[in-house]
């Protein structure tokens, strides 16, 4: 009985080790669909439009949108709580704001919107890919072999990353103020 117990928790491990290493393979699929709904602006949508939208809404708001791929879209976003699914007092379903959604709101208060896509650039994401040059110790930094230059030279020269660098200024202020007080 003993054995058998081993050998069932011997395979959860390996189960759990498999499921582990599936979310790293596939751990750039959220922010890649959480970058799609920024570029189609649909927080900035239903935000305007004051209450929630129907697909039906949102696909005419989004102008060349397919109706299958917006609707898998938002149901990967409400699975993931960034959006949420609602019943107008006609029993229409609709897609509705949540705390996490008001942050991708590209020019709202508290906005994340510009620090998401910027790190989902492919300026920013490629240092990842030059990451394991720069851990020796005669390594270059990732973002310097990447690009040949460190990511203050690179914002000088390429005005659409300095302005996304901009628009996230006030993020970049506060991760200051969090790291001196720990």
């Known amino acids: 009985m003993e054995e058998i117990r081993r050998k069932r928790e011997a395979i959860s491990e390996d189960v759990l080790a498999e499921v582990e290493i599936w979310k790293y393979v596939f751990g750039f699929v959220q922010m890649g669909v959480i970058k799609c709904a920024i570029d189609l602006g649909i927080a900035d949508l239903i935000q305007a439009q004051g209450k929630p939208m129907t697909l039906p809404e949102l696909l005419v708001a989004t102008h060349e949108c397919s109706l299958s791929k917006l609707y898998l879209l938002m149901r990967f976003l409400v699975h993931r709580n960034i959006f949420k699914e609602v019943s107008t007092s006609d029993g229409v379903k609709s897609y509705d704001l949540t705390p996490i959604s008001r942050l991708l709101v590209k020019h709202g208060e508290c906005s994340m919107a510009a620090f998401l896509l910027l790190e989902?650039?492919?300026?920013?994401?490629?240092?990842?890919?030059?990451?394991?040059?720069?851990?020796?110790?005669?390594?270059?930094?990732?973002?310097?072999?990447?690009?040949?230059?460190?990511?203050?030279?690179?914002?000088?020269?390429?005005?659409?990353?300095?302005?996304?660098i901009n628009e996230m200024r006030p993020w970049l202020v506060m991760l200051d103020w969090l790291f001196q007080l720990y």
Do not use: I, N, Q
Request: hydrophobic fraction near 35%; include cysteine.
């Open 120 to 164: 989902s650039s492919p300026v920013m994401f490629a240092p990842w890919h030059a990451f394991s040059g720069c851990v020796p110790e005669s390594g270059k930094p990732a973002f310097e072999a990447a690009h040949d230059v460190d990511v203050w030279g690179y914002t000088t020269r390429d005005t659409e990353h300095s302005e996304l």
